[in-house]
Nanobody, 124 residues
């Protein structure tokens, strides 16, 4: 089970930190990814962290978003800084049994389990 939290309304240039709480087993063995979906658009990958801590980011968030793991809290975070209106959407975390690569890490079909999502709105 994956449970997201931390979404909300923020002004452009602001920051939010999303949390994805998972079981200890999933955190230890699985790749965890973050995705987002804006109304009327396809779900798109944002970032992921392998079980060994290797991280990947899509170009649109590089330098602004940071994914990290806290093993003691069974949580994966997505720190989002310098937010833009185009970052608005429902954010989901997902788990995959397969180690990621730079081609498939952002493909939703590659992930096996999903959380329920948390809404992020960037607006004045």
């Amino acid at each position: 089970q994956l449970v997201e939290s931390g979404g909300g309304l923020v002004q452009p240039g602001g920051s939010l930190r999303l949390s994805c709480t998972v079981s200890e087993l999933i955190l230890r063995l699985f790749t965890i990814g973050w995705f987002r979906q804006a109304p009327g658009k396809k779900r798109e990958g944002v970032s992921c962290s392998s079980s060994e801590g290797t991280t990947f980011y899509v170009d649109s968030v590089k330098g602004r978003f940071t994914i990290s793991r806290d093993n003691a809290k069974n949580t994966v975070y997505l720190q989002m800084d310098n937010l833009k209106p185009e970052d608005t959407g429902t954010y989901y975390c997902a788990a995959s049994r397969t180690p990621p690569n730079d081609v498939y890490f952002s493909d939703p079909a590659w992930y096996d389990w999903w959380g329920q999502g948390t809404q992020v709105t960037v607006s004045t």
